[in-house]
């Protein structure tokens, strides 16, 4: 069975810092990537950051850029998400995202991703 466990959501002034991680049990995404996505509410599930498996290759949504890095740990199967200068606007449910195989399509996606963590919230005030 197939586990991703997020931890490191609260709550932080704008202008903070928070670091979230995602444990992965019962596989490897070695031909994937694990990704990160972001719900606010009213709102539907968008894309944050991905990183690509084997390369490490990294995609950030644009608003983003500069404030948050992703990256993963192999050795512990686990990827984190650091969010610096966070803003009110950062405040949502943030979920950890699997997928198997990177030629699955367009990582920006929530469709290609086969697992998904419970979510973790962070809410950011102003």
């Known amino acids: 069975q197939v586990q991703l466990v997020e931890s490191g959501g609260g709550l932080v002034q704008a202008g903070g810092s928070l670091g979230l991680s995602c444990a992965a049990s019962g596989r490897t995404f070695n031909s994937g990537a694990m990704g990160w996505f972001r719900q606010a509410p009213g709102k539907e599930r968008a894309f944050v950051a991905a990183?690509?498996?084997?390369?490490?290759?990294?995609y950030m949504e644009d608003s983003v850029k500069g404030r948050f890095t992703i990256s993963r740990d192999k050795a512990k199967n686990t990827v984190s998400l650091q969010m610096n200068s966070l803003k009110p606007e950062d405040t949502a449910v943030y979920y950890c995202a699997g997928l198997t195989d990177i030629y699955k399509g367009n990582f920006y996606s929530t469709r290609i991703y086969e697992y998904w963590g419970q979510g973790t919230q962070v809410t950011v005030s102003s």
């Open positions: 990183i690509t498996w084997s390369s490490g290759t990294v």
